[in-house]
């Protein structure tokens, strides 16, 4: 709404159902080119960077950093055309891990996975786009709104603001975004090691597409996923059926 004007087109490199559903956002106002999708794989693995063909002059790339669903995430940025905003989805993976702020145009990251409570959203928006949007939109849906009133224009959510702030001292004394980094590639090397080695487990995802987020596995059956999930929980293993579009079993192991 505020970056893609009427005649301009965005590209979209569709990797998962979020990704998706940005599209069907998009294109309500504006052109909308996919650059890549990984609907073929069953978003099982990320495209490479000769798989990913943009338009000719795209206002800005639009990327997804983690997948929730199927388990994958973008280890490093894809290379954009010169000066090309790359506008990124981070909710699931924010403050997971450092990332170069520098090579991006705005992100946006809703607080529910690694940041706080739900009903909070990060943005971090470089300055000359946040002038970019119609000055028609309505007052709240322009981001000169917030950017102008430092996030105060109205009433904000301030208790989930609040834990937001406990959650950075927590990360902070537990390493920083390093210290972050470092915990969530061990825990998800011991589930990927065992999973690789197993004879009735087979993870999902392709080798480089692996996200430390979200461990997607299966057993030979679904009477078998199921009942490996009913007897986790019975160990105080919680939370372990796939998601309701995808199935099987997933292991999310956010920063907490």
Known sequence: MNLLPKGGTADYVVTCVWAEKAVKEAVLFGGVHEAATGKASKFAKLPGAGEIKYSANPVYVHLTTNNTIYGTQWNSEPAVPGGVPLIADTSSDMYSRPIDISKYGLIYAGAQKNLGPSGVVLVIIRDDLVERGPKNLPT?????????????????????????????????????????????????????????????????????????????????????DSKFVSEASKKGYEGLKGHRSAGGIRASIYNA
């Open 140 to 224: 709240m849906l322009q981001y000169r709104t917030f950017a102008a009133e430092k996030s105060l224009y109205n009433t904000p959510p301030a208790f989930g603001i609040y834990v937001m702030g406990e959650v950075f001292k927590w990360i902070v004394a537990e390493g920083g975004l390093r210290g972050m980094a470092e915990r969530n590639e061990e825990k998800a090397k011991v589930l990927y090691d065992f999973l690789d080695q197993s004879a009735m487990f087979k993870a999902q995802v392709d080798l480089g597409s692996r996200s430390l987020m979200n461990v997607c596995f299966r057993t030979a059956s679904e009477e078998l």
